[in-house]
């Protein structure tokens, strides 16, 4: 079995670890999701409130989402702008 | 596929990119759309004038709202914050690249935050009060609280980076998607790009440039409001 170059074994390891970074996703998917159903529950509790409730919701939503935006850049950087390679 | 803006000018290792002069063109847009609407002001609004004070009373509501009364001296910040931000974003309708989608303006704008909230806590607590409130329940919480002092604006630019960033690549790659499927289909005439990309541009520019605008903007005014404090301490 011949050896893989250094360029290609970082590359190749970069693009798994990119694809890995975006696992971090499931964890705002679920919490944003909750937040709506709590904001539902709120409105069909009081339907006169709907304005506030939802203008809340979407700056919570806004706000939590913050930590999957960050493994988005996780992700674009190593895929776009991979650092790694220049250290060879 | 998006690498960064490109460079429009570039003089040996100086260069000017597309964000750049993006940022003079909102720029003009602001100052003639302020200069036009001053002109001639009278006392019951017409026309610019009446958008103008809309914008206005609708940005100092804004900023009593989440800041306070006392703490109106910030509206023309939040203002100049918004406006660029809400214009910036909104000129990826264009076919521009977005000006927060280039990491280095969303970290100026954090900076400027940064500076505004430490400035102002200082400036309204005193040396010794910023300190205290560094170390609020404990001293042992100091390191802890410097470090989320420092990652509040890191954390800042890059929402609004990714986000925006995120939508634009999106946009490129189902133009150039579309791009290609309609060169296959016909040669010459884009056909698929016609209907197809506008609920995405209406999600990705219109709605989550001016949510995101308006999210930097909210977290700001929260931010400065907190570092200064409640003022019935300073009451004499």
Redesign the interface.
Same mark, same amino acid.
């Given at each position: 079995m011949s050896g893989i170059s250094s360029e290609a074994f970082v590359l190749g390891l970069s693009a798994i670890g990119a694809a890995l970074a975006m696992f971090g996703v499931m964890g705002v998917a679920i919490g944003q999701g909750i937040t709506a159903g709590k904001a539902v529950e709120g409105i069909a509790r009081q339907p006169e409130a709907q304005g506030d409730i939802f203008r809340t919701m979407v700056v919570g939503m806004a706000i939590s989402e913050t930590t999957g935006i960050f493994c988005f850049i996780v992700a674009i950087v190593l895929l776009f702008a991979n650092p790694l390679i220049r250290l060879l | 596929?998006?690498?960064?803006p490109r460079k429009i000018i570039e003089i040996g290792q100086f260069y000017i990119t597309e964000t750049v002069v993006l940022l003079w063109i909102i720029s003009g847009i602001l100052i003639l759309f302020t200069f036009f609407a001053t002109r001639k002001m009278q006392k019951v609004p017409r026309g610019l004038q009446a958008a103008a004070e809309w914008i206005v009373e609708f940005i100092y509501n804004f900023v009593e709202q989440t800041m306070g009364r006392n703490n109106l001296r910030f509206a023309p910040y939040v203002g100049t914050l918004l406006s660029v931000l809400v214009v910036g974003n909104l000129l990826a309708l264009f076919g521009f690249r977005p000006i927060s989608a280039n990491v280095n303006t969303t970290f100026a704008l954090a900076t400027i935050t940064f500076f505004l909230i430490h400035y102002n806590a200082v400036k309204s607590r005193g040396a010794l009060g910023y300190v205290k409130h560094l170390a609020e329940p404990n001293a042992l919480m100091l390191p802890i609280n410097l470090i989320s002092e420092l990652a509040f604006p890191v954390?800042l630019a +890059?929402?609004l +980076?990714?986000?925006i /960033?995120?939508g634009a690549?999106i946009m490129s790659l189902l133009y150039g998607g579309l791009a290609s499927l309609s060169a296959k289909l016909t040669g010459s005439v884009p056909i698929f790009m016609i209907g197809i990309p506008l609920p995405f541009n209406f999600f990705f520019d219109i709605f989550e440039g001016i949510?995101?605008a308006?999210?930097f903007t /909210?977290?700001s005014m929260v931010f400065i409001s907190n570092g200064i404090g409640h003022e019935e301490k300073a009451s004499h």
């Open positions: - | 596929m998006e690498l960064g954390s +890059f929402r +980076f990714g986000n /960033t995120g690549i949510l995101q308006y999210v /909210t977290l």
